[in-house]
């Protein structure tokens, strides 16, 4: 007991002031106690409680082989429990809860450097006077609680930004004073043991990506069985087949996984053939993908340039693919909301053609006239000059359509094999307007009687 209470710090007596009187005033509250009651139910249900399980014991495994090897000893103990408990479960549940379309690898570089700074802070700096730790803990709380609220929502974005660099501010800081009090003492605070604690978060979040990326695929993999088992005009013996088959194939790729299973659910496969067939398609979807084509500026655009015309806009459209009947093939963006103040406040970015080409690319806006939606409209200009410079190479929109737009008009324009058009469509319902404008450039056809 006196070797525990000797290695707590005056960060450590800070931390465990803060957590008790957080828990106490917290605790007055009814919702707030049953809120938690349900996150523990939520916590320990028997998936979850095994995944988190099953990677304490890979960190224990990764610590016990680093031991073998020098890079981890009993000393750092305390620093890997820290570690796990306040980085390692957190990124292991944002690899849960992680969409298909997010770059996996890049958000959990961002995400382990963010957390690297804050338990660089709680393990590794220099300790300071309690009552300075008092200050600076609840400091660093505030910081992580407004970068939780406003991670992944598009209108925090700025909070996010500034929040972040307040984080990165405060640990060099940190740095700087660890630095002083090095060179006051002459290099005394500056020994191997500081340099293993310094390097202990790096060490371990490295280790742990393996572990992190197969969570979020077996994650991914629950969610496309689930989607699977949902439909029921397949046979139970062909989605078992589908089941078996995306495992085996896909499962490492949640991405062709989500593909497979969606080209799945849209057809009318019988056969193990046709699950086979549906797996060679997306399979040579990505290898076209990974190697595009050259595609003629006569016979539309390459569909991997057209996909991230306006993805600057937040408009990017992913997964070009193949439509559920028919040789069309398609993609488009999630809705962009202008406005938060409608549902109806968004724009949409819409690519259709062939397999081999992009022919229509497509802008549409989805607003309440009423009150009239002069933010809608503008940003639908802004986009829509952006969409034409990149596929026509135009810095503008033409004079013609800029009008019908202003003034939310359908019309045409055609410049050169390309057809410039603006389509309206109103619904008048209890004095409501529901307005979509839609940009479509199409190719024109290329014989002489066009």
């Known amino acids: 007991m006196n070797i525990l209470v000797e290695a707590l710090t005056t960060r450590d007596y800070a931390v465990l002031i803060w957590l008790t009187i957080a828990i106490s005033v917290l605790s007055i509250y009814p919702a707030v106690r049953s809120g938690a009651v349900g996150v523990l139910r939520a916590a320990l249900t028997p998936k979850l409680s095994a995944i988190f399980l099953t990677y304490a014991l890979y960190v224990g495994a990764a610590c016990w082989i680093g031991y073998r090897f020098g890079f981890w000893s009993p000393s750092d103990l305390k620093a890997t429990i820290v570690w796990v408990l306040f980085t390692g479960t957190i990124l292991l549940g944002r690899a849960i809860g992680q969409p298909y379309k997010t770059k996996f690898f890049t958000g959990i570089v961002r995400d382990n450097f963010r957390m690297i700074l804050i338990v660089e802070f709680m393990v590794v700096a220099y300790t300071f006077a309690l009552w300075k730790e008092l200050l600076l803990i609840p400091w660093f709380a505030l910081l992580g609680m407004l970068q939780a609220a406003s991670q992944n929502k598009p209108e925090h974005k700025n909070v996010e930004s500034l929040v972040s660099w307040l984080l990165v501010i405060s640990v060099v800081l940190l740095i700087v004073a660890f630095a002083k009090i090095t060179l006051d003492t002459h290099g005394a605070i500056f020994n191997l043991s500081t340099l293993r604690e310094v390097l202990l978060p790096v060490w371990l979040s490295i280790v742990s990506v393996p572990a992190f990326y197969v969570t979020y695929c077996f994650a991914r993999w629950e969610q496309a069985r689930i989607r699977i088992n949902l439909k029921s005009y397949h046979s139970d013996e062909v989605k078992g087949h589908a089941q078996r088959l995306f495992r085996r194939l896909l499962f490492f790729r949640p991405d062709l996984c989500f593909q497979a299973v969606r080209q799945f659910n849209a057809s009318d496969a019988s056969t193990e053939q046709d699950v086979w ?93 009423n009150p009239y939606p002069d933010a809608g409209i503008n940003a639908m200009i802004e986009v829509g000059s952006v969409l034409i410079e990149k596929a026509m190479d135009i810095n503008q929109i033409p004079e013609d359509i800029l009008t019908h737009l202003q003034t939310v008009t359908s019309g045409k324009a055609q410049l050169g094999h390309y057809l410039l058009e603006v389509r309206v469509d109103r619904f008048d319902e209890a004095n409501v307007i529901d307005i979509a404008l839609i940009i479509q450039i199409a190719k024109m056809p290329t014989d002489s009687t066009a």
């Open 277 to 369: 067939n549906i797996v060679n398609e997306v399979l040579e979807n990505a290898r076209r993908r990974n190697n595009p084509k050259p595609v003629d500026p006569a016979d539309g655009w390459s569909p991997t340039e057209a996909e991230k015309y306006l993805s600057g806009e937040g408009l990017e459209a992913s997964d070009y693919h193949r439509a559920m009947h028919g040789s069309e093939w398609y993609a488009n963006s999630n809705a962009k909301y202008v406005q938060r103040d409608g549902l109806s406040q968004t724009l949409q970015y819409i690519i259709e053609g062939n397999q081999d080409a992009v022919t229509k690319l497509k802008l549409k806006g989805s607003f309440e006239i």
